[in-house]
């Protein structure tokens, strides 16, 4: 799923300064999962601004609603009977939801809430780490199922590379050589032979490089 | 049809069956290349080549290619570094052939370090391509005569390509694996990673003897001298991908600090001695950073001066 | 001992049901200071229930502190429910905290607004 971070409180309340009537909106899917912009998120965030601003003697109307996505146009329109009611939104969802829903609702200032980190599993109570990139050409079938894009700091496709270290990057101890969990993986498969295959040159046309990415489907279109 | 690939003189020495010597200078952090003509000038007789670091842990300086220019003006034969962390392969060919147009006749491909060590950690890093594409690519652009895109190169370069390795980077089981792959991708020379453990290299270089690698490309082991017994705890604590002995630590402790510098040239002489006599060791790539002026004394009492006449 | 009167207690079967806004909407709505008591670290009844809520109160106390009300103002308490005593002088010490510290911005700006009107 796609992992955020809050941002920092004092960057949203910079953010929206200038403005009277506040919508928090918060997200169901990803972003609640990994407690950044959730229905509890939008609770803490509002109450948290509404005091700030009683303080500095700035009072503002500050409302709250949580969508089930902000990635598909059905669940965007249901606030579009109140959208008047607003001078901006402050969205929760991650980096597509916050620009889903300032293409929707053209006039109406929207302001990123959170950080879009990356997409990643939930490894752990309060840890969420980065597996994928999105480069669009999948080689897992070929590295024991660890992605060497996406887990190496220098996308090594025939790696390790000579900072390897007891396992870990050279990055520093918190972060894993991608290589070494491929080769123990490939020892664990029995497929070692596979390592000296040599990976080719990549093609990135697939990835970020190549431009922004859409994927069409005649067969699902009506 | 020549058998050589390059006009070489490290390809000539070690096919002509010699140890070979290169050794390293580092470009300087700013566009004075009198620099680089001064640390040239002081080791030229002492070595077949001199390697040009490409941006050395990720610190912004004067450019490889542009360093080994100076050096090739000067007639000292030069032998470029490139990392993949920086160019994209457009940038990679391009300097291949800038290179080449120089008649630059050595080029080592490694992946580099990540920016996060040097002077722009927030700086991208590409990697389009890892070192062992690059050497494919080096041998393609030579061999084929032809871009990646595949069109022709007119004129395309002649040039002995290298790899790095590291016996002592985890995990140790693949370490062999990996330098035959390097070699299968084309490599015709390897320069190690620093030695000081010298049972971990020679099991190392065993096995890549047991696998017939030291006839396919020119094996050289890499050696830095010790300056002080802090530069050793430094590098065995600091450094990714290092292994430095306590035995080597002790040593340097056990003697007063104004003594360890030559301690550690000692060291390395004898490591040098000691590793002559091992198979498959085709020559020596002395790292000498910000030291140049102690290489010519480790060559000669290495034996290794003067260098053969071809 | 007496206990202080000028607090309300609110029950509830476990710290650990506490969230992050409950506490916020309490400063929220004025209140001066909120104590969270909790069972004794490693004797919760639902496990983990009291680790839960302590770090709640240490999110909140920095939210609080963020947006200039005073991270001071909450604070966790652990001690074994047949502890009267305790309870009595951790009221006491948290009451006289925060008449030290004042009445909460929130609150004094709420009045400000009431008395302007």
């Given amino acids: 799923m796609i992992i955020a971070e809050k941002k920092p409180i004092q960057e949203i309340i910079e953010e929206v300064q200038n403005f009277d009537r506040i919508l928090i909106l918060g997200c169901n899917e990803c972003v609640t999962v990994c407690e950044a912009g959730g229905k509890k998120e939008v609770e803490v965030l509002a109450s948290a601004l509404r005091m700030y601003f009683i303080t500095q003697g700035k009072e503002k109307v500050i409302s709250e609603h949580t969508l089930e996505r902000q990635c598909d146009h059905e669940y965007l329109e249901e606030i579009r009977k109140n959208i008047d009611d607003y001078d901006a939104i402050v969205s929760l969802a991650c980096g597509v939801g916050v620009q889903f829903a300032a293409e929707k609702y053209l006039t109406m200032p929207l302001l990123p809430g959170v950080n879009t980190i990356c997409l990643g599993a939930n490894e752990d109570r309060g840890l969420w780490t980065e597996r994928c990139q999105a480069c669009g050409s999948c080689v897992l079938a070929r590295t024991g199922g660890i992605c060497p894009v996406s887990r190496c700091a220098k996308r090594v496709l025939n790696g390790p590379c000579g900072g390897s270290t007891n396992g870990k990057c050279e990055l520093g101890p918190d972060t894993d050589c991608a290589w070494q969990l491929i080769v123990d993986r490939l020892k664990a498969l029995d497929k070692m032979d596979d390592y000296e295959k040599i990976a080719p040159i990549k093609d990135w046309s697939t990835d970020r490089a190549g431009g922004p990415r859409t994927v069409t489907r005649e067969d699902v279109k009506i | 049809m020549s058998e050589f690939v390059s006009a070489s ?276 790539h002395i790292m000498a950073i910000e030291w140049e002026e102690k290489v010519p004394e480790i060559i000669k009492r290495s034996g290794l001066y003067p260098r053969p006449e071809l | 001992m007496k206990i202080p009167t000028n607090f309300r207690i609110v029950r509830l079967p476990c710290t650990g049901k506490i969230d992050i806004v409950h506490i916020l909407r309490a400063f929220e709505k004025g209140a001066d200071g909120l104590y969270v008591v909790g069972c004794m670290e490693g004797d919760c009844h639902f496990n983990q229930g009291n680790f839960r809520a302590r770090k709640r109160v240490e999110q909140a106390a920095k939210i609080l502190d963020q947006v200039g009300v005073g991270g001071e103002r909450v604070k966790m308490y652990n001690l074994s429910s047949g502890e009267g005593p305790l309870f009595a002088q951790y009221s006491i010490e948290m009451v006289n905290k925060i008449k030290q510290m004042g009445p909460s911005p929130i609150r004094l700006a709420k009045q400000k607004k009431a008395t302007a009107a």
């Avoid at chain 2, 060590?117 to 890892?130: S, T, Y």
């Avoid at chain 2, 630590?249 to 000692?266: H, M, N, P, S, T």
Wanted: glycine share 8%; aromatic share 6%; proline share 4%.
């Fill in chain 2, 9 to 284: 003189r490290l390809e000539r020495v070690m096919k002509a069956g010699h140890l070979g010597v290169t050794s390293e200078c580092g470009p300087p952090r700013g566009s004075d290349a009198e620099e680089v003509r001064k640390k040239g000038m002081l080791i030229k007789d002492y070595v077949d080549a001199i390697n040009v670091t490409d941006n050395q842990t990720a610190m912004t300086r004067m450019s490889s290619l542009a360093a080994c220019i100076h050096l090739k003006l000067l007639g000292i034969e030069p032998v470029l570094q490139m990392v993949t962390r920086d160019r994209n392969r457009v940038a990679l060919q391009s300097d291949i052939l800038g290179a080449a147009s120089f008649d630059i006749p050595n080029m080592l491909c490694l992946s580099g370090d990540h920016q996060s060590f040097g002077d722009c950690a927030k700086g991208q890093n590409v990697h389009d391509l890892d070192s062992m594409q690059l050497v494919q690519t080096v041998r393609h652009m030579r061999d084929e005569g032809k871009f990646l895109g595949g069109d022709d190169i007119k004129r395309p370069p002649k040039i002995f390509v290298g790899a790095a390795a590291n016996p002592f980077a985890d995990p140790f089981e693949i370490r062999v694996p990996r330098l035959a792959k390097k070699i299968a991708c084309g490599a015709e020379f390897i320069q190690t990673q620093c030695i000081y453990n010298i049972d971990k290299f020679k099991e190392w270089m065993r096995r890549a003897v047991d696998r017939g690698l030291h006839e396919k490309a020119f094996i050289m082991a890499g050696m830095t001298p010790m300056k002080s017994v802090g530069m050793a705890k430094y590098m065995k604590k600091k450094v990714p991908g290092m292994d430095v002995p306590d035995a080597i630590i002790e040593r340097l402790a056990g003697v007063e600090k104004g003594k360890q510098a030559q301690e550690g040239i000692d060291i390395c002489v004898e490591h040098i001695q000691q590793l002559k006599e091992v198979t498959g060791v085709a020559g020596f």
